[in-house]
C-alpha cells in the first residue's frame, strides 16, 4: 500500500476517533453525574439504579475501547515513520494491500492476524 494513501486513511481514522471519544467522554461524565443524585442509590428504586450502573458501565468501556483503538493507529502512524508499515511484526512478510486497505492499523498479516504483537 502506497504510504501517503496509508497515512491518509490513519489521520482520517484518528479524527473520527476524536470525535467519537468526545461523545464517549460526554456520555461517560453524565452516567457519573447520574450515579451521584441528590438521592443516591439508596432513594431509588433497584432498576434505576442498575440502568444507571449498567449505563456508567458501557460508557467505560466504550471510553478504554477508543483508547486502545487510538493506541493501535498511533502504532501504524509510527511504524510509517519508522519504515516498518506494511511487514507482519511476527514474521516480517508483507502484509497484503487488500488487509491494510481494510484494516490499516493492522501489524500483522492474514496468517499472524490472532497473533499477540508485543510493541
Known sequence: M????ARTLLTTELAELAERERFAQSSLAQASAD?????????QHPADYGS?????????L???????QRRRLIDAVERIDAGTYGRCAVCDHQIDDERLEARPEAATCRAHADSPVVT
Do not use: F, H, Q
Open 52 to 60: 444507571e450502573v449498567n449505563s456508567t458501565m458501557e460508557a467505560e
Open 35 to 43: 450515579m451521584v443524585g441528590e438521592e443516591g442509590s439508596l432513594g
Open 2 to 5: 502506497d504510504l501517503d494513501r
Open 62 to 68: 466504550s471510553v478504554g475501547t477508543i483508547a486502545e
